[in-house]
């Protein structure tokens, strides 16, 4: 059996969920409201403010979509609630990082700034060398820090670009001179 996929997923006060027909489920929270159509093989129960996910058989495919429903369901809730937040660090000397009304303007040692428009949903702030992405879609959030990320990844001998704060750069040594 999965073992996520048997987890109930506990509903907080001030969330409602509703599950409509070809399991579209619709959460909505204090942050704000989630829509996602789940896989239609799955059979998904609100019951006593608990929401269990069961699978018909034991296929392959139907295994491992019951704990991806249930994951799903589990980050829906919880971005209503708490909301999603990664935060990224510009490192290099003139890299830097600052918003424009809803722009995201980063110098990182091109011929020009690099510019991008918050998506819709997302929130991104600026604290020194550090970038806050913030929302209630773990998936959403996830991807456009990863955007962030793309426009200068960092390198492995200086360290320099922009890397997620607890990610761990492997660094190499450099040449060294003849003598």
Do not use: F
């Amino acid at each position: 059996m999965s073992r996520i996929g048997r987890m109930p997923i506990a509903v907080p006060a001030g969330v409602t969920v509703d599950i409509a027909e070809n399991n579209k489920v619709t959460v909505k929270g204090p942050k704000g409201t989630l829509e996602r159509v789940l896989p239609a093989e799955m059979e998904i129960k609100l019951e006593a403010g608990v929401i269990t996910v069961s699978r018909p058989n034991d296929l392959k495919k139907m295994r491992s979509l019951h704990g991806l429903t249930r994951t799903l369901i589990n980050n829906m809730v919880i971005g209503v609630t708490n909301g999603y937040e990664k935060v990224l660090e510009v490192n290099g000397v003139g890299y830097r990082a600052q918003k424009q009304g809803k722009k995201l303007v980063l110098a990182l040692g091109y011929s020009h700034p690099v510019e991008m428009d918050d998506p819709e949903g997302i929130e991104t702030k600026v604290d020194g060398n550090k970038i806050m992405v913030c929302g209630i879609d773990k998936e959403k959030v996830g991807q456009y820090a990863a955007e962030i990320r793309e426009k200068r990844a960092p390198e492995p001998y200086k360290g320099k670009g922009i890397k997620y704060q607890d990610e761990v750069i492997r660094r190499k040594v450099g040449k060294t001179g003849k003598k």
